[in-house]
């Protein structure tokens, strides 16, 4: 496993439990006593975490980053579980993409794709799905949906958007996590994503997941969908040799691995 899924996965556990101790960084990651010393004096060095007896204590709440700079980690694997993703998908359905960064990417592979109703509260995801190069046709339907805006987001959201969401009924959500995890399901860190989230699983009658291996296992503090209502899972190849993606095996219907080697 990569220094940057490590340290990714590490951050994610401080983000949901303020705390981690050595030993469970160990047993989560599946890394040696030595290495995970290494992370710890890392995550130290970047101020996000103070290095204490046994383990790690959160300096303070540690939310996702942006995401110009989500967009960059892991891009070759988001790509791959793009790619796949628009596979699953048939001309005619009506489809709520959130504002992550693989649905982003996603977004750009549904631009080949024929008579979908894509509804999404993401400005980038509907950019791309509007921009058409030249003599090229536009063959979807693109809701953007309404809310409040901040400065440096570029989605929108708010008790509007939420609302917006509930008079729409939709064939599929493609929702792509903070973490993902056998007990607790879906989760997201920052309470507007979770609102957004659970309305669009609420509303939609398939939940498809997308995330990349970092965040199997991963508990954030905000769960918006029980593992029960997952339909599918759609990861890259990486993920096979973790835990978290065999006990994750076991309790959905479907786990699709995206193949990582084609994708640059």
Do not use: W
Not at 99 to 123: C, F, P
Not at 154 to 171: F, H, K, M, P, S
Not at 226 to 235: K, M, R, W, Y
């Amino acid at each position: 496993m990569l220094q940057e899924t490590r340290l990714h996965r590490i951050r994610a556990l401080l983000s949901t439990l303020g705390q981690v101790s050595t030993e469970r960084i160990i047993k989560e990651l599946g890394i040696s006593r030595e290495t995970a010393r290494r992370d710890i004096i890392v995550l130290q060095a970047q101020g996000l975490a103070k290095r204490v007896h046994g383990g790690l204590v959160a300096l303070d709440a540690t939310p996702e980053p942006p995401l110009t700079v989500r967009s960059s980690v892991m891009a070759k694997e988001k790509r791959a579980i793009a790619r796949t993703a628009a596979r699953l998908l048939q001309p005619g359905q009506t489809v709520f993409l959130d504002a992550g960064s693989t649905t982003t990417m996603l977004a750009e592979e549904l631009r080949t794709m024929s008579g979908l109703t894509v509804i999404t509260n993401s400005l980038n995801a509907a950019l791309k799905l509007c921009a058409a190069e030249e003599d090229e046709t536009l063959n979807n339907q693109v809701i953007l949906l309404g809310g409040s805006m901040q400065a440096g987001a570029q989605e929108t959201r708010g008790e509007l958007t939420v609302g917006e969401i509930y008079r729409y009924r939709a064939d599929v959500a493609l929702l792509s996590p903070v973490g993902i995890e056998q007990n607790h399901g879906a989760s997201s860190f920052h309470p507007h994503e979770a609102a957004i989230a659970r309305a669009m699983t609420h509303q939609a009658s398939r939940l498809i997941l997308l995330a990349d291996h970092s965040k199997l296992g991963i508990n954030s503090r905000l769960n918006y969908a029980g593992i029960h209502q997952v339909s599918t899972l759609v990861t890259d190849s990486s993920a096979a040799a973790l835990p978290a993606f065999v006990a994750l095996n076991q309790v959905l219907p479907e786990v699709v691995l995206a193949p990582t080697s084609r994708c640059g």
